[in-house]
C-alpha cells in the first residue's frame, strides 16, 4: 500500500489539521510524551525510533513535552523512518539534523531498513500502523520485528483508532485493512507481549461543518477527492451522498467530533 499524505494528500491534511481541537491535540502529545518518558526516565541515553514519523511536526511536538518529562535522560536520540521523499523534506526544515539539542541522528526511509544497530529504548508508531501491513498477521510481523530491535525493559507506544471510530464510518470511503486499536491488541497477544490502552480524548473534526454553506460543501469535497485519490477510486453519488449523511449525524452529536483515538503501550520487557 502506499498512500500520498504529502504531495496532492497535503490539501485535504489541512482540512483535517485545521479542524483538531488544539487541547485536545495538547492531550495526545502529551500522553504520547508521557509513556516515552516513562521508558527512558531511568536511562541517561535513549533512543527513540519513529516510524512513518511524517513531516516531523508531531516528533517535534512530543520531543517538547517531553523536556519537562525526563530531565534525567541527558541524550535522547531519534531516528525517524519515513518512506514519503516529501514528508523527508519537509522533515528537514522542522527537524534539522544535529539541531533540536542535537537529537536527531538518522533518517530511514523504510521500517525493513532498522536493524539491532538502531538497537531503540522505545519505537512509536503515531497513526502509521494502518500503512504498514494489509492483514492482522502482517501487522504481528511487523510488531514482533520493531520489538526485536528494542533494547531491554523498553516498549512500543502506538497511536490508533478503534474500529468504532467515526474516522472509519466515514471510512466506508476508505477503508484501513489492519493497523487499529483491535488489531494491535490481536497481535500483541498473538506475540505474548503485555499491552494497555489509555484514551487521550483527541477530538477532531468540528461541528462547524454543517453540510449547509459552500465553504463546507467545498471543504468536504476535498476530503472526497482526497479519499478518491489514495484509494484509487470513483466515490460516485451514492457514496457521496452517505459520506455526507454520516457527517451531518456526527456532527449533530456534539461539538467536535471524537474519533476515539487510543494510545497503546505494548512492553517488550525482553
Ligand atoms: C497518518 S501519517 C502519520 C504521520 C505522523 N506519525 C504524525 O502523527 O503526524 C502515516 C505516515 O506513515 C508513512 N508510512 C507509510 N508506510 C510506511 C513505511 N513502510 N515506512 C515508513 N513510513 C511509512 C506515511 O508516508 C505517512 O507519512
Same mark, same amino acid.
Given at each position: 500500500m502506499r498512500y500520498d499524505f504529502w504531495g496532492k494528500g497535503a490539501a485535504v491534511a489541512r482540512v483535517f489539521g485545521t479542524r483538531v481541537s488544539l487541547q485536545t491535540w495538547h492531550n495526545l502529545v502529551c500522553g504520547v510524551a508521557r509513556e516515552i518518558s516513562m521508558v527512558v526516565r531511568a536511562r541517561k541515553v535513549a533512543r527513540w525510533v519513529d516510524v512513518g514519523s511524517g513531516d516531523g511536526e508531531t516528533c517535534l511536538e512530543v520531543m517538547e513535552a517531553m523536556n519537562d518529562l525526563s530531565p534525567e535522560c541527558q541524550r535522547l536520540m531519534l531516528v525517524t523512518v519515513e518512506c514519503d521523499p516529501t514528508a523527508r523534506t519537509l522533515q528537514s526544515e522542522i527537524l534539522p539534523d544535529a539541531e533540536v539539542g542535537g537529537r536527531v541522528v538518522a533518517r530511514l526511509s523504510d521500517w525493513r531498513e532498522l536493524s539491532s544497530e538502531h538497537g531503540a529504548t522505545v519505537v512509536t508508531l503515531l497513526h502509521s500502523a494502518y500503512y504498514l501491513a494489509d492483514s492482522r498477521q502482517e501487522l504481528a510481523e511487523v510488531l514482533r520485528y520493531l520489538s526485536e530491535i528494542i533494547t531491554a525493559e523498553g516498549a512500543l507506544v502506538l497511536a490508533s483508532l478503534p474500529c468504532s471510530s467515526p474516522m472509519f464510518q466515514?471510512?466506508?470511503?476508505?477503508? !484501513? #485493512?489492519?493497523?487499529?486499536?483491535?488489531?494491535?491488541?490481536?497481535?500483541?497477544?498473538?506475540?505474548?507481549?503485555? +499491552?494497555r490502552v489509555r484514551q487521550p480524548g $483527541? #477530538?477532531?473534526?468540528? $461541528?462547524?461543518?454543517?453540510?449547509?454553506?459552500?465553504?463546507? $460543501?467545498?471543504?468536504?469535497? *476535498?476530503?472526497?477527492? !482526497?479519499?478518491?485519490?489514495?484509494?484509487?477510486?470513483?466515490?460516485?453519488? +451514492?457514496?457521496?451522498?452517505? @459520506?455526507? #449523511?454520516?457527517? #451531518?449525524?456526527? *456532527?449533530?452529536?456534539?461539538? !467536535?467530533?471524537? @474519533?476515539?483515538?487510543?494510545i497503546v503501550v505494548i512492553s517488550t520487557n525482553s
Open positions: 466515514l471510512g466506508e470511503l476508505g477503508l !484501513y #485493512k489492519t493497523g487499529r486499536t483491535e488489531d494491535i491488541l490481536w497481535a500483541a497477544e498473538a506475540l505474548g507481549l503485555t +499491552a $483527541m #477530538k477532531w473534526l468540528a $461541528m462547524g461543518l454543517q453540510c449547509k454553506g459552500e465553504r463546507d $460543501m467545498a471543504e468536504l469535497d *476535498a476530503v472526497i477527492r !482526497y479519499v478518491e485519490g489514495r484509494h484509487d477510486l470513483h466515490v460516485g453519488d +451514492a457514496r457521496r451522498e452517505r @459520506f455526507l #449523511k454520516q457527517v #451531518k449525524k456526527l *456532527a449533530s452529536q456534539g461539538e !467536535y467530533l471524537d @474519533f476515539q483515538d487510543n
